[in-house]
């Protein structure tokens, strides 16, 4: 079955620095998104890449996706003490689920 | 900017008792979805819901679970019998075409906290 695992699990750095993590999963996929989550909060959507696509932008935000290594990153440019949060992955594949990866912890330091 | 909205916020129920989670959808969406967060563990599916019936459910909605569009603004998860491993975050979603493949919109959760 499908499963995503983001690496590293927790992340630290520094304001203005990038931050970057990435997903890795089992079988083919038709989209992967990326979601955020404060603590204790809900999951909000960040972007969504197609299984066709290689990279995609949205602000400070780039994602790549490599299905040949069934993998995807996520970066975060110029972070932000307001970053800090959980990412975590979501795929999907002719299905309506979404399965999620384990999230990646970031903490971002003023 | 549209939402998802869930209530309770946090709920603390007994053991065995039933529990109703309200869910107000994205207003023009068609498709909506339960996925749950147990403390420190992934989020997981549940159900989707398309056109007053499911669509798709995983092993975890068992009988002890139902949903419902009881009317044309609200959606429902009810627990029967709660047991203690439903203690979780339950999140309702919703997204306006059909698949995962469309941005699915949640809400900020119902923690449900069974004793």
């Known amino acids: 079955s499908q499963q995503g695992e983001e690496d590293p699990q927790a992340l630290s750095i520094q304001e203005g620095e990038n931050a970057t993590m990435n997903c890795s999963y089992k079988?083919?996929?038709?989209?992967l998104q990326w979601y955020r989550q404060n603590s204790g909060r809900g999951l909000v959507h960040l972007i969504l890449?197609?299984?066709?696509?290689r990279e995609k932008h949205s602000g400070r935000l780039r994602v790549t996706l490599d299905t040949s290594k069934k993998s995807s990153s996520l970066l975060i440019t110029a972070s932000r003490a307001a970053d800090t949060a959980s990412y975590f992955c979501?795929?999907?594949?002719?299905?309506?689920?979404?399965?999620f990866g384990t999230g990646t912890r970031l903490q971002v330091f003023p | 900017e549209p939402e998802v909205t869930q209530t309770p916020s946090h709920q603390v129920t007994q053991m065995g008792q039933e529990v109703i989670l309200r869910c107000v959808p994205i207003?023009?969406?068609?498709?909506f979805y339960w996925y749950r967060q147990i403390l420190g563990q992934k989020v997981e599916f549940l159900v989707s819901?398309?056109?007053?019936?499911?669509?798709?459910k995983s092993e975890i909605f068992d009988d002890q679970f139902s949903v419902e569009r009881p009317d044309g603004s609200n959606f429902t998860l009810k627990i029967r019998s709660t047991k203690l491993e439903d203690s979780a975050m339950y999140f309702c979603?919703?997204?306006?075409?059909?698949?995962?493949?469309?941005?699915?919109?949640f809400g900020e959760g119902s923690w449900l906290t069974v004793v």
């Open positions: 890449i197609r299984s066709n696509e």
């Open positions: 979603a919703s997204a306006r075409d059909r698949g995962a493949g469309n941005t699915i919109y």
């Open positions: 979501a795929t999907d594949k002719n299905t309506d689920k979404l399965i």
């Open positions: 819901f398309y056109n007053n019936e499911i669509s798709e």
């Open positions: 079988t083919s996929i038709n989209n």
């Open positions: 207003s023009n969406h068609l498709y």
